[in-house]
């Protein structure tokens, strides 16, 4: 999820700094980190149920992310657990703990995309699957994307679909009709669509080879007046002279 992708690399470097025993270098990348953290707060209240839709046609899912880097997704979906553990003011989870319900995440729930999980997590600690009792744990993370999935996720599928299958009916129907006005035409000694289409082709084909022609007409008298003005061949003189037959 590239809203959690600066965070993500700024753990890392944090990471290296302790390692490194770098104080200073520490400070300064937990003051980012935060404000990083803002910045994905007020990212992540853009995901709504109205925007879920396209998301679910056009976003990538947890499997596909996996495939690409499991490392970068697997620390993405802690820190957006993180996120939601900070919003709630509950106990932090143990770094195993977040670890393990990442991995639930992406084993169990591989076809959703990351903003769905966001989305889940947004709607589950509004108290919306039910009141969290000062812990967030495997159990309740879990318990919010079955009940995501089963409900909203669901119904907005099932909307899709039915709106994708009045499309195609729409569609089919306008075809037919076409069929039939071009029968109707065809009857009344008219021209069909496909004879229209050959018209038009053959119209077009015209108009561009007379356009050539008098390009090809007015270069010939262009160069014979250069010619006869001064008395000297040019080097384009012999260039070829397409005829226009219509």
């Not at 991995?103 to 009141?131: C, D, N």
């Not at 076409?178 to 018209?199: M, N």
Request: glycine fraction near 4%; charge should be neutral.
């Amino acid at each position: 999820m590239d809203l959690l992708r600066p965070v993500v690399l700024t753990d890392d470097k944090i990471s290296t700094a302790i390692m490194k025993q770098q104080q200073h270098e520490i400070a300064v990348l937990e003051q980012k980190r935060t404000a990083q953290i803002q910045a994905v707060g007020m990212g992540l209240t853009s995901i709504t149920v109205n925007s879920l839709p396209a998301i679910l046609k056009g976003g990538a899912q947890l499997s596909l992310l996996r495939k690409n880097d499991e490392t970068s997704l697997v620390k993405a979906l802690i820190v957006l657990i993180g996120i939601t553990q900070e919003a709630l003011n509950v106990p932090r989870m143990a770094p195993m703990q977040m670890v393990d319900a990442a991995r639930m995440m992406i084993k169990v729930y591989w076809y959703l995309k990351p903003e769905e999980v966001s989305y889940a997590f947004e709607r589950g600690r509004s108290g919306a699957y039910g009141t969290v009792y000062n812990r967030l744990d495997l159990e309740i993370l879990q318990s919010w994307l079955h009940k995501y999935d089963l409900t909203e996720r669901q119904n907005m599928c099932d909307q899709m679909r039915s709106s994708d299958a009045e499309k195609l009916e729409a569609d089919r129907h306008h075809s037919v009709e076409q069929v039939k006005e071009s029968y109707q035409r065809f009857k009344a000694g008219g021209l069909t669509v496909q004879q229209q289409i050959d018209a038009n082709r053959r119209e077009r084909e015209q108009t561009e080879r007379k356009a050539r022609h008098h390009f090809y007409v007015f270069r010939e008298e262009y160069f014979n007046k250069r010619k006869s003005e001064a008395d000297v061949p040019l080097a384009d003189e012999n260039l070829p002279i397409n005829e226009y037959q219509p």
